[in-house]
């Protein structure tokens, strides 16, 4: 069976003590799930990646952990950057493209394809977000999560059937990738998008905050 992936973005959210806190709910809800066919990963904040290493490794769970964003740089002269070989001794994914970034960060495709660049070098598995079908999607980029910006945030996801036909576009025209369905997805909503064909899992915002509510997305 294909594997699903069902990614927690924390954002811009959470201190230590949160942290810790969601990790320990998982710990005690996710011994008792079949994750034969599932790998879960959570992308917290950098400032939290240390501690959510630590506590993932200490109690052995079956998480990874990914980075919300990584530097178009190289190690080196880059006040405030965070880069692929700083990041990866803690990750083992990172996100690229995300809409908000395009948005807020005013991020380019160039600023996206140096990223893409810089975590391959270093090993690290790339889970690029697009916007629609026609979005690039870059050499080294794994893992493609369609996040459509009307649905981020708004409560109202696309639908369905509009889904499938940019997953088949964009697997037809990338061999190899997977894609995930990410925008709006909740507990009471995530049977809808199973049956979509192709679909390898999701790239959750808001409904991952909580850990019972992620949880119960992971039994949907």
Not at 36 to 42: D, G, H, R, T
Request: contains cysteine; glycine residues 8%.
């Amino acid at each position: 069976m294909d594997t699903k992936y069902f990614i927690a973005n924390w954002k811009s959210n959470k201190n230590k003590a949160d942290a810790l806190e969601f990790l320990s709910i998982i710990k005690e809800g996710i011994g008792s799930m079949d994750l034969a066919n599932k790998m879960v990963i959570v992308a917290p904040p950098f400032t939290l990646l240390d501690i959510c290493r630590q506590y993932i490794d200490e109690n052995n769970l079956p998480l990874k952990l990914a980075s919300q964003n990584v530097s178009s740089f190289p190690k080196g002269a880059y006040t405030g950057e965070v880069n692929a070989s700083q990041l990866k001794e803690f990750v083992d994914f990172v996100i690229v493209g995300h809409s908000e970034r395009l948005k807020y960060m005013h991020e380019s495709d160039m600023d996206i394809e140096n990223k893409v660049r810089e975590a391959s070098q270093e090993g690290l598995r790339i889970i690029q977000c697009i916007q629609d079908e026609y979005s690039r999607v870059h050499k080294g980029a794994e893992i493609i999560a369609y996040e459509p910006p009307s649905a981020i945030g708004s409560g109202t996801p696309d639908d369905p059937e509009h889904i499938a036909q940019v997953f088949k576009v964009i697997t037809e025209q990338n061999s190899g990738v997977s894609v995930l369905y990410g925008g709006s997805v909740k507990p009471e909503n995530i049977s809808q998008f199973m049956s979509i064909e192709k679909l390898s899992g999701f790239l959750i915002g808001g409904a991952s905050l909580e850990a019972s509510t992620f949880l119960s997305l992971l039994n949907g």
